[in-house]
């Protein structure tokens, strides 16, 4: 009986820590620059982003406004009930807010992290970029970096600063689904 406690103690100390991990994200250097944003997809209502989705095009966009980036890849397929992709509705989300289209990619075919990733890259390359700066939310940012690493992408993250996970109740759920989605990245690899 004694090994059952210690090996649930040991797997509560390990999701723990891979908790805390992801809780810290990747080291962010706020002077990073990239030939483009990368822009992870998120729920889309109809045919505007999510709050938590126009954040991180908010974000984007301010990363191109600073100098820090020249081009946007905007990532995501559109689901049943929406009218827009992802992509879609965030191209036309920045293009209101300044964007010039001639700067703006877009992949509507993801519907994965790994899968926005993979796409991107495709755009990348096409376009002849060599480096990126992943946006997303905070926690979500460790295991797309993982991923673009084992893609061979040349990335480095910025992290939204304005996310609708503020609060313990928000984030905690948001950072259950991270830790469960890491590790079936390190399992099954996607």
Do not use: C
């Amino acid at each position: 009986m004694k090994w059952i406690f210690a090996a649930l103690a040991a797997i509560a100390l390990w999701l723990a820590a891979i908790a805390l991990w992801i809780g810290t994200g990747p080291i962010e250097d706020p002077t990073d620059t990239g030939d483009v944003a990368i822009v992870l997809g998120a729920a889309v209502f109809t045919d505007k982003p999510s709050p938590v989705f126009a954040a991180r095009i908010d974000h984007a966009v301010e990363l191109y406004n600073s100098g820090r980036v020249k081009g946007i890849i905007f990532t995501g397929a559109r689901s049943k009930e929406d009218i827009l992709s992802e992509a879609g509705a965030a191209r036309s989300y920045a293009i209101a807010a300044g964007i010039p289209a001639n700067d703006i990619s877009v992949e509507e075919r993801s519907r994965t992290t790994r899968q926005n990733l993979i796409e991107a890259q495709r755009l990348m390359q096409a376009g002849g970029h060599r480096s990126a700066l992943i946006v997303s939310d905070s926690l979500h940012l460790r295991r797309a970096h993982l991923m673009a690493g084992e893609l061979g992408i040349n990335a480095r993250t910025s992290a939204t600063q304005t996310t609708r996970y503020r609060t313990w109740s928000t984030q905690a759920p948001f950072l259950a689904r991270e830790v469960y989605f890491l590790h079936h990245y390190w399992v099954f690899g996607a």
